[in-house]
């Protein structure tokens, strides 16, 4: 019996045509599906999430104080929507990984065509694929704070907000020696609250100029044309770690975008007057 189980399965494994998907583990599934779908319920039990809950609560005093400070203006100075309309630049962000499947491949194509790139991360996935973060960050990549659950902030209390990007950059920067910079919220919904939870540790929010929709694979021609259609000088473009498409596609658009006079720089690069 157990001989034939095993000699079934060697059978299948044997006749799995080259370049068919790799089975993957139940939690790895999990993760993906949880990347994927913004189940916008904050993961309160995490252990990562406590700890930076008692961090929020023990700062609540001084964050506020400090934000109290700060004008409407001032905070205005933490949302970058685009970078200088100067010159012919562009950034690009990855956002909802690492993903052991797709963030190795990402890299490959934006390291062998020497463009860097922003990688929005969700801190649950950092926590479940710490090899990932630190391959994007070994290979020179800005890693960037996209909250720990995936969840929309503006439905969030205060210190919820400020406890979402603060277990992020915990776990980004064990494994990276970093804290993050720049954040992003996920759906890009914010309002002053989630500013300030972005500027309660350290950040600014980044949000973008162009969204193929890319996290729903829509086909190599549609991607291209939608991502060549509107970009303008300064453009930051939102793409996603988890889509096939996008690796697919990445070649030709950032081929494209240089034949069109496009380069392709960092965030602070595209900031810069
Ligand atoms: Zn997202």
Not at 47 to 61: M, N
Not at 177 to 191: N, Q
Not at 211 to 220: E, I, K, Q, R
Not at 231 to 247: A, E, N, Y
Request: charged fraction near 25%; include cysteine.
């Amino acid at each position: 019996m157990m001989l034939h189980t095993l000699l079934a399965a060697f059978l299948v494994s044997a006749h799995t045509p080259i370049g068919a998907p790799k089975q993957v583990s139940p939690k790895h599934r999990e993760a993906v599906a949880f990347a994927r779908v913004n189940p916008a319920k904050m993961l309160k039990t995490d252990p990562l999430w406590v700890d930076a809950s008692r961090e929020v609560h023990a700062d609540q005093g001084r964050i506020d104080q400090q934000l109290r400070r700060l004008a409407q203006a001032e905070l205005d100075r933490y949302v970058v929507r685009r970078g200088s309309r100067k010159g012919q630049k562009l950034s690009l962000t990855f956002d909802d990984g690492p993903h052991p499947d797709f963030t190795p491949k990402l890299v490959k194509i934006l390291k062998d065509a020497k463009i860097p790139a922003t990688f929005f991360m969700i801190g649950h996935m950092a926590d479940t694929y710490p090899d990932m973060v630190k391959l994007v960050a070994s290979n020179g990549f800005e890693i960037a704070n996209h909250t720990y659950s995936h969840v929309t902030l503006t439905k969030l209390t205060n210190s919820e907000a400020d406890i979402e990007y603060r277990a992020t950059n915990d776990i980004l920067k064990k494994l990276t020696g970093k804290t993050p910079r720049y954040c992003r919220p996920p759906g890009g919904d914010f309002d002053l609250n989630v500013l300030e939870a972005g500027y309660a540790s350290g950040m600014s929010t980044v949000l973008w100029t162009d969204d193929p929709g890319d996290y729903n694979n829509p086909g190599d021609e549609i991607l291209l044309e939608t991502e060549t259609v509107r970009l303008s000088p300064g453009g930051i473009v939102l793409l996603h770690d988890g889509s096939q498409d996008t690796l697919d596609t990445l070649m030709k658009f950032i081929t494209s975008c240089r034949r069109r006079g496009f380069e392709f720089v960092t965030l602070d690069e595209l900031r810069k007057k």
